[in-house]
């Protein structure tokens, strides 16, 4: 979102360790803000390796304990900002919480779907996690298994039962979003795929990007087809530097 121009800000904990200060060596390097960043003086080592495969893939993690809820919670009390993105399916008191206090402060809540296999809307929790945010974000493998549908088009219904805007990411095929109730679809676009890794973070990202900027559903979701498809150009989940112009552009090209 930061190499799209969004406003940023994250709220994360950071440690006295390598890592963690080579993590902060490359948000300083991208002029990003340390407003929200908590630097603690004790490792907090948070390490993924991503196992890339042509159909699937895999990720390895290691992850020191940390004050992250904390940091997050306390990050909310201190800040101002339209929306507050929640990189996964998460739920219980700590996100009744969250929502309470971002409400208070007129902001509203993004979640990804990254999820464990227990996830799904058999869970009462789960129902209330997603009633709780604005927006939800599940991949194709995500919306199967919380919903047990294989048909996309009728996860984001069922899930749409639940939150007012949902964005189900289906890889080359593209994606579709329940939106107060109505469904719509959006056909992928045609790049040479080195990578998927992060691809359905930049998704995110070009949706978000569109949605501050005041543009309809459809157009939310060209724009993070567009942003999630360029990513896959490049090894790496960060290597491909996304650009608004250039999505613009590659958007333009594709209507001729």
Same mark, same amino acid.
């Given at each position: ?5 969004? #406003? ?19 948000? @300083? ?5 340390? &407003? ?10 948070? +390490?993924?390796? @991503? ?17 992250? +809820? ?8 201190? @800040? @101002? ?45 789960? #129902? ?66 080195? &990578? ?12 978000? #990007? ?47």
């Amino acid at each position: 979102m930061h190499q799209l121009g969004v #406003k940023t800000a994250f709220a994360a904990e950071f440690g006295n360790d390598d890592y963690s200060q080579f993590v902060l060596n490359r948000f @300083s390097s991208e002029g990003f803000p340390f &407003d929200l960043f908590k630097i603690s003086d004790y490792p907090v080592r948070k +390490i993924t390796v @991503s196992l890339s495969f042509p159909q699937d893939r895999a990720f390895i993690a290691y992850y020191d304990p940390s004050q992250q +809820i904390e940091t997050a919670l306390r990050a909310l009390t201190q @800040s @101002s900002a339209r929306l507050v993105v929640i990189p996964t399916l998460f739920y219980g008191p700590a996100l009744t919480l969250g929502d309470v206090l971002a409400s208070s402060r007129h902001m509203e809540l993004f979640m990804d779907g990254n999820s464990m296999d227990a996830s799904t809307l058999d869970k009462p929790a789960i #129902k209330h996690a997603l009633k709780r945010v604005r927006f939800y974000s599940p991949n194709h493998d995500e919306a199967v298994r919380i919903t047990g549908q294989e048909d996309m088009k009728t996860a984001a219904s069922m899930l749409g039962e639940h939150c007012q805007t949902v964005i189900v990411k289906d890889g080359a095929n593209g994606c579709w979003c329940s939106d107060e109730g109505q469904i719509y679809y959006e056909p992928g676009y045609k790049v040479k795929v080195v &990578d998927t890794t992060g691809a359905g973070d930049c998704f995110n990202a070009g949706f978000i #990007k569109a949605w501050l900027d005041g543009r309809d559903i459809r157009s939310c979701m060209r724009f993070a087809n567009m942003a999630g498809a360029l990513s896959t150009q490049r090894a790496g989940a960060n290597s491909y530097r996304l650009s608004t112009a250039e999505i613009e552009t590659r958007l333009t090209q594709e209507t001729k």
